[in-house]
T-cell receptor, first 109, second 113 residues
Framework: QQQVKQSPQSLIVQKGGISIINCAYENTAFDYFPWYQQFPGKGPALLIAIRPDVSEKKEGRFTISFNKSAKQFSLHIMDSQPGDSATYFCTRGADKLIFGTGTRLQVFP | NAGVTQTPKFQVLKTGQSMTLQCAQDMNHEYMSWYRQDPGMGLRLIHYSVGAGITDQGEVPNGYNVSRSTTEDFPLRLLSAAPSQTSVYFC????????????FGDGTRLSIL
């Protein structure tokens, strides 16, 4: 089973701060690592994704960092906003996604 | 485009009852899948389909059946509901090919008493 371990389970950040979510995976098969964002009552939606041949990808305030040797990847949200309050999932896989357990982010004004 | 539409949004069943969760997409996506979301466990893949007439099992297929007669529809059937199947169910679709984003519906919240 190709698991994905995600931490922390919950995160409270003040507006303007940096939110950091970490994930670790097993085995070294080439893969694809999307992050999904989920608001209450809604399905997950793709936020940003990275392939393991790239060490970093940035889209606006969201950055993924990938450390292939450590089998870890992380999501950084710069200048966190109350509208970023949601649950974030790291995943691996292209079609058959393997989800981490999720991080509930709360950003307070 | 409506995207991925799931019905019903909420359902309460008694143990042993059967029901079908509906999923339809209007994006002509070849790939469709069903996940269940339980507290503290993320989403887990139940069944998936790479095209009409082709289905396969995911991580947690027991107790569920699927079929794919058209590109648009991918229903999930519970033949004899059990309390352990109480969960939120999400359907997703994507174009065929590695790295394509999954488009999720808004889920069906199912409670089994």
């Amino acid at each position: 089973q190709q698991q994905v371990k995600q931490s922390p389970q919950s995160l409270i950040v003040q507006k303007g701060g940096i939110s950091i979510i970490n994930c670790a995976y097993e085995n070294t098969a080439f893969d694809y690592f999307p992050w999904y964002q989920q608001f209450p009552g809604k399905g997950p939606a793709l936020l940003i994704a990275i392939r393991p041949d790239v060490s970093e990808k940035k889209e606006g305030r969201f950055t993924i960092s990938f450390n292939k040797s450590a089998k870890q990847f992380s999501l950084h949200i710069m200048d966190s906003q109350p509208g970023d309050s949601a649950t974030y999932f790291c995943t691996r896989g292209a079609d058959k996604l393997i989800f981490g357990t999720g991080t509930r982010l709360q950003v307070f004004p | 485009n409506a995207g991925v539409t799931q019905t019903p949004k909420f359902q309460v069943l008694k143990t042993g009852q059967s029901m079908t969760l509906q999923c339809a997409q209007d994006m002509n996506h070849e790939y469709m899948s069903w996940y269940r979301q339980d507290p503290g466990m993320g989403l887990r893949l139940i069944h998936y389909s790479v095209g009409a007439g082709i289905t396969d099992q995911g991580e947690v297929p027991n107790g569920y059946n699927v079929s794919r007669s058209t590109t648009e529809d991918f229903p999930l059937r519970l033949l004899s509901a059990a309390p352990s199947q109480t969960s939120v169910y999400f359907c997703a679709s994507s174009p065929q090919g590695s790295g394509q984003p999954q488009h999720f519906g808004d889920g069906t919240r199912l409670s089994i008493l």
